[in-house]
């Protein structure tokens, strides 16, 4: 069973920043992909930042140059700095990957950190 757990959500005034960092665990014989998708109320979830083969990275355009995605393949962990945070960023973050669990190549799901930016 593998899991992606969550963390560095939070409330922060516009122009600050937060870090978010997403841990997987269990069976894990590789991560082919990892990487964060958000989700605005009444809006549809959009790629934010991932690493895709090797390291290849992916950026929306709304982030690039505020956002940079980060990792540490020993903790099987990716971070996500985020600076210059802007009221449209309020959303809830997931974190997405894909990982190889000795059986199956799957797409895995965390359960999400609320970011909020306002003042």
């Known amino acids: 069973q593998v899991q992606l757990v969550e963390s560095g959500g939070g409330l922060v005034q516009p122009g600050g920043s937060l870090r978010l960092s997403c841990a997987a665990s269990g069976s894990i014989f590789s991560i082919n992909a990892m990487g964060w998708y958000r989700q605005a109320p009444g809006k549809q979830r959009e790629l934010v930042a991932t690493?895709?083969?090797?390291?290849?990275?992916n950026y929306a355009d709304s982030v690039k140059g505020r956002f940079t995605i980060s990792r540490d393949n020993a903790k099987n962990t990716v971070y996500l700095q985020m600076n210059s945070l802007k009221p449209e960023d309020t959303a809830v973050y997931y974190c997405?990957?894909?990982?190889?669990?000795?059986?199956?190549?799957?797409?895995?799901w965390g359960q999400g950190t609320q970011v909020t930016v306002s003042s």
């Open positions: 997405n990957a894909q990982i190889n669990d000795y059986n199956l190549l799957s797409v895995y």
């Open positions: 690493f895709t083969s090797g390291d290849s990275t």
